[in-house]
């Protein structure tokens, strides 16, 4: 196969979840990573297996942060949509923010146990994956009816971090009757930070929609982060050396070749949109 060829076929394949799943996954997905890869956070937690048999949950991030498996890996997940997570596996976000931790450790060896012998028993890849939607499914029917107040809250704050992406706490608190103590310390429980740091994530998973939209021939950085919620392009220049560790420039350079498919869900402006009657 032609060299070039193989450089174009993607190691990550985001899929649509069911529409039951709507409001709890933004997807469900499979990989076969080869090389090294910088993840972005997104204030999304993710449950994934990996070929060896483990299974972990890798808590909301505050920065990025690179990762390599041994040739031959092949692995497939689920992404909570943001403030998702915590409702449905019972662990506050803040005690699980910037790790990666052994789903065990979250639910208990037993249920650990069993999601894994569902998982090796299904054939391939995409029936692994869809192993892990039922098991989510089965975590929705435990705990929806508690879940919902959690819920609600989480599509409220991104609803106005949509529509207003330079809001501050003081301004989401006063839109929530709430104080700004009262907003950061919910913030922490369902998102793993405060309402500041989920507003710059956001941003950048905006400014990454829009490049992924946007001609290479009218690429305009200084445009872009305005219309990403920027106060303009040195704003996105801090926030993004802040996040990633590169420049702008040098960021876009290697995390676009790396994601050849950009169909995930998450890195579409339709994520930042949330689906909500008002």
Not at 65 to 93: D, I, K
Not at 215 to 237: C, F, P, T, V
Request: charged share 20%; proline share 6%; glycine share 6%.
């Amino acid at each position: 196969m032609d060299p070039a060829t193989v450089s174009l076929v993607p190691w990550y394949l985001p899929v649509a979840t069911p529409a039951t799943l709507d409001r709890y996954l933004a997807c469900s997905w499979t990989a076969v990573p080869t090389g090294r890869h910088r993840l972005v956070p997104d204030a999304c937690i993710e449950l994934l297996w990996i070929s060896n048999g483990a299974l972990w949950v890798c808590g909301p991030e505050t920065s990025a942060w690179n990762f390599e498996l041994a040739p031959g890996t092949s692995a497939v997940g689920v992404r909570f949509l943001p403030g998702v997570g915590p409702s449905l596996l019972g662990v506050p976000a803040s005690e699980i923010a910037d790790t990666r931790l052994p789903l065990r450790d979250v639910v208990g060896e037993a249920a650990e146990d069993d999601l894994r012998g569902e998982i090796e028993r299904a054939a391939d890849l995409d029936g692994k994956r869809r192993t892990l939607e039922r098991f989510v499914a089965r975590l929705v029917a435990r705990c929806a009816a508690t879940a919902h107040r959690e819920l609600d809250f989480a599509e409220r704050v991104l609803n106005m971090l949509a529509s207003t992406p330079r809001a501050n706490a003081a301004l989401l608190a006063g839109q929530l009757a709430m104080t700004v103590r009262q907003l950061h310390r919910r913030c922490q429980a369902t998102f793993g930070y405060g309402p500041s740091t989920l507003a710059r994530l956001l941003r950048l998973q905006r400014f990454l929609a829009l490049v992924e939209q946007s001609s290479s021939a009218s690429l305009s950085l200084a445009l872009l982060a305005i219309e990403a919620g920027y106060s303009d392009q040195s704003h996105l220049a801090r926030d993004c050396r802040a996040i990633t560790g590169l420049s702008p420039t040098a960021f876009l350079s290697e995390y676009f070749p790396t994601f050849p498919d950009m169909s995930d869900p998450y890195k579409t402006a339709e994520a930042f949109a949330v689906t909500m009657t008002a």
